[in-house]
T-cell receptor
Framework: GAVVSQHPSRVICKSGTSVKIECRSL??????MFWYRQFPKQSLMLMAT?????????EQGVEKDKFLINHASLTLSTLTVTSAHPEDSSFYIC???????????FGSGTRLTVV | AQSVTQPDIHITVSEGASLELRCNYS??????LFWYVQSPGQGLQLLLK??????LVQGIKGFEAEFKRSQSSFNLRKPSVHWSDAAEYFC????????????FGTGTRLTIIP
């Protein structure tokens, strides 16, 4: 079945530094990838939608200059949290889909802690 | 805009008992509905999905869900729960075809007691 690999699973960084999270579709080409953020004991909130080769579409309230999304190939999307602050600490999950496949496959998530 | 309501924040069930998790959606057209399960610190695993056809959908791990258009509901059921079913369950609605965003409910945390 479709597999999405997300790395790293956990990362701790200092305030002011940047962190990159990778999301790879291992056995299919993902035309669209989604990035979600999940606060403790809460639901998933969509941050942005990215299509290969084009700029990401950010949800209202999400700072595109802070959360940089790159979808350079059909198998890889990256989320870079720039100048991270403690309030950026959260669980980030990516999801990938193939048009017409009626399915979304999720990565295993990345726990980001900013100290 | 589409929305999903999961009215139960937390449910506790005895092992071996039956389970029903409620989900109500709001969407103007025919919805694409999903149930996902999330273990602590993990990503989401798809349990089942509904797009069209038979309104009773069978999923993995013995779960099923029934789409009821008249009630705008897509409740998840399992006849006999196992301790390993303890997790967070999310209902989601999408616009379809796999390249549209999903809107998630707030989730229901399931606790299993011996």
């Amino acid at each position: 079945g479709a597999v999405v690999s997300q790395h790293p699973s956990r990362v701790i960084c200092k305030s002011g530094t940047s962190v990159k999270i990778e999301c790879r579709s291992l056995d299919f080409q993902a035309t669209t990838m989604f990035w979600y953020r999940q606060f403790p004991k809460q639901s998933l909130m969509l941050m942005a939608t990215s299509n290969e080769g084009s700029k990401a579409t950010y949800e209202q309230g999400v700072e595109k200059d802070k959360f940089l999304i790159n979808h350079a190939s059909l198998t890889l999307s990256t989320l870079t949290v720039t100048s991270a602050h403690p309030e950026d600490s959260s669980f980030y999950i990516c999801s990938a889909s193939l048009t017409g496949n009626y399915g979304y496959t999720f990565g295993s998530g990345t726990r980001l802690t900013v100290v | 805009a589409q929305s999903v309501t999961q009215p139960d924040i937390h449910i506790t069930v005895s092992e071996g008992a039956s389970l029903e998790l409620r989900c109500n959606y709001s969407y103007g057209a025919t919805p694409y509905l999903f149930w996902y399960v999330q273990s602590p610190g993990q990503g989401l695993q798809l349990l089942l999905k509904y797009f069209s056809g038979d309104t009773l959908v069978q999923g993995i791990k013995g779960f099923e869900a029934e789409f009821k258009r008249s009630q705008s509901s897509f409740n998840l059921r399992k006849p006999s729960v196992h301790w390993s079913d303890a997790a967070e369950y999310f209902c989601a609605v999408g616009e379809g075809f796999g390249n549209e965003k999903l809107t998630f409910g707030t989730g229901t945390r399931l606790t299993i007691i011996p």
